[in-house]
């Protein structure tokens, strides 16, 4: 898979599109998606066999380290970017008083990310993005806190995720605007208290993730469970639609699958990549053959006994 190229009906290049995964290193996906035998060395290379892009979410359960991201750049071969969720002592357990310290050694350990290199002049670094959970509601306190740590992160690209819906204000959709900074677009249960569903661009880069609608699991119950839906063509169809209008808007558009148990999530990306060519998009870039991975048709089980990784927050 490479990038997906938005034209008008004139020809006019609009906006390009990166499907991608929210994570890549699950040992479960050895078989679904990764060739049987795989090494968790070699995940990354072979994902990036099949993906342009990918966020990267371990980085929000411990700090990451420089020295691990330089060899992610090397792992994953010349091409693929990355997106990045910031660390939870910035979103989900802030301190008041240490937090800056803690913005400043994320922002050093995210530095290989931001290293120019040949064919990505800014780097390979699409967003850091900020995940903020149901409790962050919209307070006083947590908007001043939000506008200094975006003001702490100036000239990083970033992309700011609510989960609670009383966020979805004009006023903050405006701040978004002013600060050309993403509000991510969310695929999740209509459930009461959770974002709506809104396609409203707030920056030349639109960021977009894909969480799953399991309504019975999406409380009280722990990631893999919550995750774990397989989206249907109709859904993805409608979700094509969906990114044709965001690119009306958009110069680049980031797509992550968030339900990744089970593989399920890069089964989903690589069926939207196809609806999005059927929908009559150009198939630009270089490209890459996929040799392995999910094939049309097949999806096998997870083989008996491999845990699953740690899911997301």
Not at 124 to 139: I, K, M, N, S, W
Request: some cysteine; proline content about 8%; charged content about 25%.
């Amino acid at each position: 898979m490479g990038v997906i190229r938005i034209h008008s009906p004139h020809g006019i290049h609009m906006a390009d599109i990166l499907i991608g995964t929210c994570g890549y290193s699950y040992h479960e996906w050895v078989g679904p998606v990764y060739p049987a035998g795989t090494k968790p060395g070699a995940y990354l290379a072979c994902y990036a066999g099949l993906f342009p892009t990918v966020e990267l979410d371990f980085s929000f359960y411990a700090m990451p380290k420089a020295e691990n991201l330089a060899k992610m750049l090397l792992d994953g071969g010349p091409r693929v970017t990355f997106s990045i969720k910031a660390f939870q002592g910035l979103t989900h357990k802030i301190d008041p008083v240490r937090w800056p310290d803690v913005a400043k050694q994320y922002l050093e350990a995210i530095a290989p990310l931001r290293e120019p290199l040949p064919g990505f002049p800014a780097g390979r670094l699409e967003a850091v993005l900020f995940q903020f959970p149901y409790q962050f509601g919209y307070e006083g306190e947590n908007r001043r806190y939000l506008d200094k740590l975006l003001k702490c992160f100036e000239g990083v690209p970033a992309a700011v995720e609510f989960r609670k819906a009383d966020w979805y204000t004009g006023r903050v959709i405006e701040g978004m605007k002013d600060r050309g900074v993403p509000l991510v677009a969310l695929d999740m249960p209509e459930l009461r208290g959770l974002p709506p569903l809104m396609d409203v661009v707030t920056a030349d880069t639109a960021y977009i993730r894909l969480h799953g609608r399991n309504k019975e699991t999406w409380w009280g119950s722990d990631g893999a469970a919550r995750y774990d839906y397989l989206y249907g063509d109709r859904e993805l169809e409608a979700w094509a639609d969906r990114i044709k209008g965001i690119g009306e808007q958009a110069r680049r558009i980031l797509v992550y699958f968030n339900n990744h148990p089970k593989g399920k999530a890069a089964k989903n990306a690589l069926s939207l990549e196809k609806i999005l060519k059927k929908a009559g998009l150009w198939h630009g870039g270089e490209g890459k053959d996929v040799k392995h991975g999910v094939l049309p048709g097949m999806f096998p089980a997870a083989p008996p006994g491999v845990p699953a990784n740690k899911p997301e927050a």
